[in-house]
């Protein structure tokens, strides 16, 4: 540990840990990440992990075609297995909204992804039927599935400590240290460390990342329309009876519900709806039960009830900070930013080389 460094980057969660891998493998800039607690704890520990390409947003497909590729090579370029499982992926959808996304379809063919159309009355997934109503169309990625977020971010960050970065747990962020118009360092929490300087600072913190910026009044960047806002998020685990059942992995547009397999006999069944999480518990069961045969039988496992930051055009940022020199932020994709962490991470690795020149 030292004073001072080419880049600190703040949060250990997947973009932060993604960031660190990246600057460490693609630059000489020396690098430091700080995470508050334990490496992992926010919102990416809750994650469902679906790996899915097709997003309304060009840019989302986009993100998330680039990253697959690395999801599907991560063995191979990290040394460590990311826990993929190709189970495909269905999506359910009314007909006008996919006329909006009928040209991410074709960006995403261009990458060599499969996506296959249906509008016929039924089709079958793993033994389960799915039924199309006249005015509804089901698209399915063959290709996709799910990875284990903790076992990624993880491996990014054991991968950029032996690239020669430096990471470490328990060591709060309190503020950035601003000198005009440039960032020149952060302050700590930690007693030995309270002051370590930097003309680069990362920050990758989740749901704090507008609280460390509203602090010294950064407000926006200068890419999105962008506004940091919390909102919380609900992951239901059921146990079913039948181990040998493999629910489809699957997102219901129409509904709402998603859901998707975890092994030993559990799957994983979400709503895209903010509610409390009583009325969120009373509608996914309502939801559930016309959509999975013997949902009755199911019982919830556990609940993890988390808070994400987002933004409200919900594109995320990556990109430095229009107002203070050297303040790079990288956060906001509500509910699907596991699935992109490594095109992210690479892209806002190659924009602070820039940054330095390199
Ligand atoms: C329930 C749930 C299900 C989801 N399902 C999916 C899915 O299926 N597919 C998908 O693609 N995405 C999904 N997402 C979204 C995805 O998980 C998140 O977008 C992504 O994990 C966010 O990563 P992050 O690194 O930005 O934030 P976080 O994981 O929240 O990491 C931020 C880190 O910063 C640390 N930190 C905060 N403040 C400070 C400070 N002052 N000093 C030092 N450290 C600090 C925190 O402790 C934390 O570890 C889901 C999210 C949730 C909550």
Known sequence: MRNKYDVLIIGGGVFG????????KNTS????LLEQKKFCSGAT????????ML??????????????????NFKQNIGTSCGFVETGFTTLMKKSDFTLIKDNIKILRNLNIKIEIFDTASVVFNGTHFYIADDEVLLYEPNSGYADPFKVTMAYIEKGIELGGIAIEHHRVKNLIIDGDKVV??????????YIQSNCVVVSAGVNTDKILSKNNIKKSNTSSNFFLRKQICLNIYSYPDKHTILPTFMDKVSGLYARNCGNG?????L??????VEFQYKLYNIAKHVIPDFHKYTLYKTANTFESY?????????????IQGVFICSGWSGCGFKIAPECGKQAAAKISNFFNI
């Open 272 to 277: 895209t709806e903010n509610l409390s999480l």
């Open 311 to 323: 933004t409200n055009d919900n594109l995320g940022i990556s990109e430095f900070s229009d107002q």
């Open 185 to 194: 360092g952060v302050q700590t929490d930690n007693k030995l460390f309270e």
């Open 17 to 24: 840990a993604a960031i660190f891998y990246y600057l460490s």
């Open 55 to 72: 997003h309304p947003s060009k840019k989302l497909s986009e993100l998330a075609a680039r990253s697959f590729k690395e999801y599907v």
């Open 266 to 270: 559990r799957c994983i069944l979400g």
């Open 45 to 52: 520990r809750h994650s469902g992990g679906f790996i899915r």
């Open 29 to 32: 800039l020396t690098v430091c």
